[in-house]
């Protein structure tokens, strides 16, 4: 099975987030690299405007150099739409995932509204799998004792006093480098959050980490003449 990670760094606000820069990579279940890309949206990162909203704008000079360098490309949305609707269909994913799905998910639909016009709602087909890595390392670490103490001890914790499951808190309890920073951008990301994703299906293999679930049918009440039946079989 091979999969697809994919993280965004997004501007305007969080509940309506606009992106400007994908990142994904596609592995096996061994974790080899198959495919990844770095692709910054110009039509949103050329607007100064929106990007003057960018949560991680200081970081802007950065992907100029990388653009420069040829580390990462400069595309339209069409083309990055297309490059990761092309690579999930060469490469066979059968499952995308993000850290936090439901906001990549949200900020790539978004967005593709934005630039079409809402002509085209879904950034990839309606239907498609996704995972959220978030959703498994809670499932993974809600029983972990080890992993409170170490939130409790370096003040990861939230507001309500329940340890945090960012991916770079998870990243340093993992490696055990406490000093880790997450880059913020978007194949940069990808890596860890790739690590985090292959750690919790070897923790726990059987794991459901879907977005979501499908609804269970409703149970169809009996006929009269299947109670019958049924209490004929009791008797």
Same mark, same amino acid.
């Given at each position: 099975?091979?999969?697809?990670?994919?993280?965004?760094?997004?501007?305007?606000?969080?509940?309506?987030?606009?992106?400007?820069?994908?990142?994904?990579?596609?592995?096996?279940?061994?974790?080899?690299?198959?495919?990844?890309?770095?692709?910054?949206?110009?039509?949103?990162?050329?607007?100064?405007?929106?990007?003057?909203?960018?949560?991680?704008?200081?970081?802007?000079?950065?992907?100029?150099?990388?653009?420069?360098?040829?580390?990462?490309?400069?595309?339209?949305?069409?083309?990055?739409?297309?490059?990761?609707?092309?690579?999930?269909?060469?490469?066979?994913?059968?499952?995308?995932?993000? %850290?936090?799905?439901?906001?990549?998910?949200?900020?790539?639909?978004?967005?593709?509204?934005?630039?079409?016009?809402?002509? %085209?709602?879904?950034?990839?087909?309606?239907?498609?799998?996704?995972?959220?890595?978030?959703?498994?390392?809670?499932?993974?670490?809600?029983?972990?004792?080890?992993?409170?103490?170490?939130?409790?001890?370096?003040?990861?914790?939230?507001?309500?006093?329940?340890?945090?499951?960012?991916?770079?808190?998870?990243?340093?309890?993992?490696?055990?480098?406490? +000093?880790?920073?997450?880059? %913020?951008?978007?194949? +940069?990301?990808?890596?860890?959050?790739?690590?985090?994703?292959?750690?919790?299906?070897?923790?726990?293999?059987?794991?459901?980490?879907?977005?979501?679930?499908?609804?269970?049918?409703?149970?169809?009440?009996?006929?009269?003449?299947?109670?019958?039946?049924?209490?004929?079989?009791?008797?």
């Amino acid at each position: 099975m091979n999969f697809m990670m994919i993280d965004t760094e997004t501007t305007n606000s969080l509940d309506d987030p606009i992106v400007y820069d994908v990142g994904y990579e596609i592995f096996d279940e061994n974790g080899a690299t198959i495919e990844k890309a770095s692709m910054t949206n110009k039509d949103i990162f050329l607007d100064k405007e929106f990007m003057s909203t960018a949560y991680y704008a200081e970081k802007i000079p950065n992907y100029w150099k990388e653009i420069w360098a040829k580390k990462r490309e400069l595309l339209s949305w069409r083309e990055i739409k297309w490059r990761v609707f092309d690579a999930c269909k060469r490469n066979g994913c059968e499952i995308v995932a993000a %850290h936090n799905a439901r906001f990549d998910r949200l900020a790539l639909n978004l967005t593709q509204r934005y630039i079409t016009t809402s002509k %085209h709602r879904f950034f990839l087909p309606y239907g498609t799998t996704w995972w959220c890595s978030l959703r498994m390392v809670k499932e993974v670490l809600k029983e972990n004792e080890e992993y409170k103490k170490f939130c409790k001890y370096y003040n990861f914790m939230t507001a309500n006093n329940q340890p945090r499951y960012t991916a770079e808190i998870v990243y340093k309890f993992l490696t055990g480098d406490v +000093d880790f920073e997450e880059v %913020h951008q978007g194949i +940069d990301d990808v890596e860890i959050e790739k690590e985090i994703f292959l750690w919790c299906l070897k923790q726990k293999p059987d794991i459901d980490g879907r977005l979501f679930k499908p609804k269970p049918e409703p149970v169809k009440p009996l006929e009269p003449w299947e109670i019958e039946i049924a209490e004929l079989m009791a008797s």
